[in-house]
Structures are given as structure tokens and as C-alpha cells.
């Protein structure tokens, strides 16, 4: 498998890939572990590291930004934007529009290769 799956995988799609696969599996876990005392947020982000540079792939206008460490947070991007996600589907919205941001050239083995 691939990170996406072929095409951007979709949800329910057979060749549909890692992400896709492990976000229907928390968000399963989520449902199945109801439990009123429990509060689940989950939050997704969608960067690139392109010739050094970290970009926003969610706010394209974010660019330089900086990995940081912090005793609480730990190691972070400053400047990452996150969105609040309730389902898969929402997920794999924010995996189509990021995609669309990623710079992207062909190689000898993989015709969309970010590098």
C-alpha cells in the first residue's frame, strides 16, 4: 500500500491506502469507546518538507515555518495550522485539498513523487 492509495485512495475504495485505512480505524475505535466520562478530539495537520522548507499543505500562505520543542507539547511546527476533524470523510477531505498543494515531480519509479 501506499500513504494515499492510488488516485488519493478515497474511502471504501480496495486500493484506498495507509491513511485512509488507519483513520477509519480511529475513528472506529472512537465510536465502539463511547463512554460519557470520555472526551476524544481528533486533530489533523498536512505539511511538506520541500528542499528544506516546511510548508502548510492546509494554509498554503505558511511557508518557513519551523519545528520547535516544548516541555508540554513536545516537538512541534509553529505555525501548523490543525483542523478538528469528526469523521474519515472529513479526514480525506483535508488529504484532497492539501494534495493539491504538494509540489510534486516525476521520477524514474513514481509520477506524482513529492520531492
Known amino acids: 500500500f501506499t500513504m494515499e492509495g492510488p488516485g488519493g485512495g478515497g474511502l471504501g475504495n480496495e486500493l ?3 491513511i485512509p485505512r488507519s483513520m477509519e480505524d480511529i475513528f472506529q475505535f472512537l465510536h ?17 518538507i520541500y528542499n528544506e522548507v516546511i510548508s502548510d499543505l492546509l494554509q ?5 515555518l519551523l519545528i520547535r520543542e516544548d516541555r508540554r507539547r513536545g516537538l ?11 469523521s474519515p470523510a472529513e479526514v ?14 516525476q521520477t524514474n519509479v ?6
Open 110 to 115: 513514481n509520477d506524482a513523487s513529492s520531492r
Open 76 to 86: 512541534f511546527v509553529e505555525g501548523l495550522s490543525e483542523w478538528l476533524c469528526r
Open 60 to 64: 498554503p500562505d505558511r511557508n518557513n
Open 16 to 18: 484506498r491506502g495507509i
Open 32 to 48: 465502539q469507546s463511547r463512554d460519557p466520562r470520555r472526551k476524544f478530539n481528533v486533530r489533523a495537520s498536512y505539511l511538506q
Open 92 to 105: 480525506q477531505t483535508l488529504m484532497t485539498q492539501g494534495s493539491a498543494a504538494r509540489a510534486t515531480a
